[in-house]
């Protein structure tokens, strides 16, 4: 599939709706011309970002625009399809402009999420059924797609959720099925391969270097040594962390030390710099993965630790480990902060640069599917445009390509001494954080569209 | 002192500016028609909030426009004064519309802080100066205060720094001294006597409210049963953690259980209002404040808690408590969320009229020196305008009505159960966190003016 070039919205105008032309997809397979016929599934998956509901609005956009089809949600990703819980979009809510709108800018999941690994299809079985019932999978996903009349099926998540696509694209091929699987990445954790970047990636950024620079004024204030500790989201990937360099502005330098997964920890080491750091400073600001480790593999804080269903230890404590041994070492005041769900549901924060981004992969998806592509994910690429500014062309990969892959930070992105990260990242990153949405405030609160769907 | 009627401008509108003629204390004592002179010191004390450099705004504002002395600030409180740490403000700040607007929405303090509590004058040493040099801190104090030709002190702070107004207004009556000693309100505590509402208050009630509603989004994604328990600041007071109900709205019922540090804490009862809770929804989601206690005065969490300088225990670690007990009594799902320092400086989601408020009292605190008056602090009253809409007039009250005094949340406003608060808090609080201030963005970060004069 041949890519074509996007201008991004600069941050400063408005929100423009992108030209038509510039998708060559529009342009073969001729269902421009002849409106395409069936229904789609769209469903969420994994954890949640601020930007998914924007790539679900330019799923339904675009297909509302190219497909007389209905356009139906599964609530609780591909959970809600083996348990039927299959909703006609149109019955949440009325697809039109103004509630497009709000849905791109509405945090979380709008049809809810699941964390469900298909097993491969030679040997699954559907555990959600009761035992007299149970089919495999595969057979009662298809037979629901059939019912519903699913031609395009469209899953929006991570690398998990690619898994899913790949999957169901090779059981509708050993088939002969012609429904379409596509995929629509997300992640905060900017940790799949082959995209640029992911959508959501820039709205946690955002947020996650925005709160660094208020947390720095904040700390500023005493005259007396002072340590502080941020916590920040990622694995095994120092994406998000290494985003909270973006904060350093002229009247800023927090971050003052920053330790990334990519790098072995060191307590001795980790003394070290903040020793040194603290004969030139009095306040020191540090930002932490949740993920650091000691070279033999331990978690900094391993303490408490349990796994999810995919085998992911879940995390806690590596900031408030560093700040005990802060105080007991240095004895300094020192204080934690971890930054926790927040960076992935500040939605009034959101990067408009994202949002838009996450909108047109929603939208290249569903032309994708509607051409005939199947088992792939949209993706996007860095280019310059004219001016030599950042811009993103759009194209697809193979959902396999991304399935349970992971992508870390370079490690030439990092600094010799392993606490800090290079211009190189800082240009990488900056363009993605750059907009502000236009968020709506009623009784002092951002409007989001309603949830009450998913039974909270 | 005569109180004047003021209506804060609508939250839709432009900030105004507010018509000169609503403060009769500018009718009296004639320092309208006749410039005063006399230089002024201001100085911030205390815990930062998004809204205290409004209030310093105000007094910069009032007191150039109606005083021809200079303006010094004291960098660290009162510390500053007795290590000499006085700046002119206007080699920190060219005064001007623009820059003061700025200043406004800038969080934490723009001339540092301290935490330093005034002897007694009776006993008072000077503990910051060599042995060989010391004299008590009122003496060393008046001696700079005279060098540079202060006639004018403010002091801008809570229930402390209202004490060091006091004793400084005490003993400058009893040397004769006709320095005027001012204070300004600020914490987002709201535990000040006598205001109102106290600001700072409602730009941290804006954001613990805003940052509920988004952590409900976020949690409502899975179907599966979770509790997330988000811990809110609040030693001895509850109005911050009440503060996390004014995120319900038609879209989302959280948080579904609140405890406040005014009613004692059990276990037992809690885990019974959760169980409870749990049988109607799969999610649910609690507001804790960081210093409930049990029936015999210990905290919830005191484990690993210090005292700071005024005998206040520092605590942390309810909420972290509370999930390990929902975890091992009842199983499910558990997170805990501290929103920690962001609650008191995220100033991008400041509320707008308490920016507009914190700035009146500043210009209040101005009026009220220049006007003779000393050993005072500026208060809000809340009245109704002429549509029945609220609305607030300025005031003064002793600072002795305000030094070491708390204002916790009137019991009837917590339900019988004592794990909710009731609509009479909410019509109280949700004025207060009304309108979004203008921030600008530039490279995807909040402007806020420099603090790099703090040394940091």
Known sequence: MKSSKYRPPSPKKKREPIAFDIYPLLSYNGYMKNKNTGNCLIAQSGGPTSAINASLAGLIAEFKENCDGEIFGALNGIQGVLSRNIINFKDLLDINEENLEKLKISPAMYLGSCRYKLEPFQTAINQLLPDYERID???????????????????????????????LGEYAKSIDSDISFMGVPKTIDNDLPVTDHTPGYGSAARYIAASMLEMAYDTSIYNTKSVLIVEIMGRNAGWLTAASALARTDFSDAPHLI????????????????????????????????????????????????????????????????AKLVSSKIGCKVRSVELNVLQRCSAHLSSLTDINESFELGKTSARAALSGESAKMSCLRRIKNEDGQYAVEYFLTEAENVANKEKKLPLEWINQAGNDITQEFLDYARPLILGQPKIEYQNGLPVYLSIRHLGV
Do not use: W
């Open 137 to 167: 999978d595969y057979t009662c996903i298809f037979n629901i797609l059939k019912e519903y009349n699913i031609k395009y099926f469209f899953y929006i998540g991570g690398n998990d959720s690619m898994d899913t696509v790949k999957k």
């Open 259 to 322: 330790y990334l997964p990519e790098k072995n920890f060191s307590d001795t080491q980790f003394l070290s710099d903040l020793r040194e750091k603290l004969t030139s400073r009095s306040h020191v600001i540090i930002a932490v993965s949740e993920g650091i480790h000691y070279q033999d593999g331990t978690y900094v804080s391993a303490a408490g630790s349990i796994k999810d269903q995919f085998g992911h230890v879940m995390l806690n404590g590596a900031g408030r480990y560093l």
